[in-house]
């Protein structure tokens, strides 16, 4: 179906199908109100091609190899910009091209490899042939988006990697509460509830392991229309924050904070990466929420590209299907996240909380699903663990929700190639080989506790919350209290570690074979 829709476009406006392969499917939670006036106004960003990939991917190797004469050696966003600023033809080839169609509403970022322009939707349909836009909505939200596939003229299809801001929906509510399954074990009496003196003590956290480093900061980026309430974070410190050193209060929103009801994951990310993280200077990335065509996650990325002063360590829970999103904006998020990394920037991703997820191929016929950004070579993802003994602080198995797989896009990398090779080699009872694809990147990379956590949401302790968006900004704080060690010594931060953490082969962390 998509090829003849795709072809006989090609014949009519001599242009190209960029993100040919992204799923144009709407999601079913979301409702289509009807087409857009053509003088309504959308923004769209456009990911320019940018020079060097092949070779910051190299330098990135270089400056995270803890073996390296360069390890830390990082780069300022000036000097990432240096790199990766897109080549005097493109940058001239683009904007003659929104010129020519009357858009000069652009705004860019110091890398110069983003630009978003503001336009009506006449304009943009006639800028990216095949494009039709649509008004949706789901509860008090609403988006537009085109359910059809986009061209770009053939001149400067070679100058764009994609156009963000037509296609994607944000990915569906998660689901942070076993909510019946967790009361049922409550009752039967059976739930040491999670606290930030439980992680604590797990973690072998003392009460000296706080940040006293004036220069450190960490943060939570949130998506989804969530979120936290400063008196919610108050509450909770003074309810759970005995015995150690710690904030109560975020020290920089970026973004608009929403109005209404606290999001319990918004209250979760904030509450337990200032506990682990404990007195670290703490920021929240929040929806900048101006256009309903915007992508949130990407409007991220863009953000990063734009600011010269960021935390050292970024924690997001957030994911889409690999097999829903196109390899070119793939690979450009990708890219992305190797220009964090260029900076001295850790970035963790959960896992997410549906295990290895399921694909219907046919009816017969099913496979794992693996989950973007979780499958990103690039960044260091974060699974979960529950209590083998829930009567008391034991060691730790896997949660049963915690996601975890093999990409089927991103080839594994070495830093990884060993200790996979080794779990492959010697794990008893794999699921069938069809399900999953072994020579892809696998996930995660590392664990924490996940489950039954308690929250202060709306000004109410919440017990039994669960998922990997609990464990990531957990990990998220004992990283930044690393990097608190490290400046204090005039050390560089920790930056991408995963090739450092797999050369640790397990020393320095519970190593746990359940
Ligand atoms: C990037 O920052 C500059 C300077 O603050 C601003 O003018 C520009 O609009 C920003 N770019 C985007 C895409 O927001
Ligand atoms: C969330 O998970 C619980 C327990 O598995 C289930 O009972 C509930 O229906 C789920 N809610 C949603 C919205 O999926
Ligand atoms: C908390 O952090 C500040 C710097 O942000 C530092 O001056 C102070 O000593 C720290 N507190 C403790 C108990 O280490
Ligand atoms: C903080 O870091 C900046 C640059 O990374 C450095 O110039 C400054 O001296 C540091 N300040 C402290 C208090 O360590
Ligand atoms: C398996 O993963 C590799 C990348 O490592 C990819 O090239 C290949 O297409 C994948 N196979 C399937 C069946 O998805
Ligand atoms: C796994 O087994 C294969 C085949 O026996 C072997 O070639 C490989 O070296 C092993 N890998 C590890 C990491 O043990
Ligand atoms: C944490 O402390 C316990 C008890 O002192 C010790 O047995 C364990 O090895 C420590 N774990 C780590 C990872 O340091």
Known sequence: ??????????????????????????????????????????????????????MIEELLNHLSDPDSQQYGKYLSLEEVASLVR???????????????????????????????????????????????????????????????????HEDVFQHLDFV?????????????????????????????????AVIRSR??????DVGTSGNNSQAVAQFLEQYYHPADLAEFMSLFGGG??????????????????????????????????????????????????????????????????????HTISYGDDEDSLSEAYMNRINTEFM????????????SGDSGAGCRHLTKQSNTFRPSFPASSPYVTTVGGTSFKNPFKLSNEVTDYISGGGFSNIFPMPDYQADAVGGYLNNTQSLPPETYFNTSGRAYPDMAALSDNYWVVSNRVPIPWISGTSASTPVVGGILSLINDQRLLKGLPPLGFINPRLYKLKGKGLFDESE
């Not at 190209?16 to 857009?36: F, K, N, S, Y």
């Not at 670290?280 to 409007?299: A, D, K, M, Y």
Request: charged share 20%; proline share 4%; net charge positive.
């Open 203 to 208: 973690y072998n956290l003392t009460a000296k």
């Open 339 to 350: 220009k964090a990394g260029l900076r001295g920037i850790s970035m963790l991703f959960a």
């Open 86 to 152: 897109p080549s005097k033809e493109t940058l001239k080839v683009v904007q003659q091209w929104l010129l020519r169609h009357g858009v000069h509403k652009c705004h860019t970022v110091v890398t110069q490899d983003f630009l978003q322009c503001v336009m009506t939707v006449q304009v943009a349909e006639a800028l990216l042939p095949g494009a039709k836009f649509q008004r949706y909505s789901k509860g008090s939200q609403t988006l537009l988006r085109s359910a059809t596939l986009y061209s770009v």
């Open 244 to 313: 150690f050193t710690h904030r109560s209060a975020v020290e920089r929103v970026v973004g608009t904070q929403g109005r209404g009801k606290a999001g319990i994951e918004a209250s979760l990310d904030v509450e337990y990466i200032m506990s682990s993280g404990a007195n670290i200077s703490t920021w929240v990335f929040t929806n900048p929420g101006r256009h309903e065509s915007q992508e949130p996650f990407l409007q991220w990325m863009v953000l990063l590209s734009n600011m010269s002063a960021l935390p050292w360590v």
């Open 1 to 54: 179906m998509r090829h003849v829709v795709v072809l006989s476009l090609l014949c009519l406006v001599r242009g190209e199908v960029l993100e040919a392969d992204q799923d144009t499917i709407v999601p079913e939670d979301w409702r289509l109100v009807g087409r857009v006036g053509p003088l309504q106004e959308v923004e769209l960003t456009f990911a320019l091609k940018q020079q060097n990939v092949n």
């Open 164 to 196: 963000g801001g037509v296609h994607r929906f944000p990915p569906k509510d998660k689901n942070i509460s076993k909510g019946w399954e967790g009361a049922r074990r409550a009752a039967l009496g059976y739930h040491l509830g999670v606290t930030p």
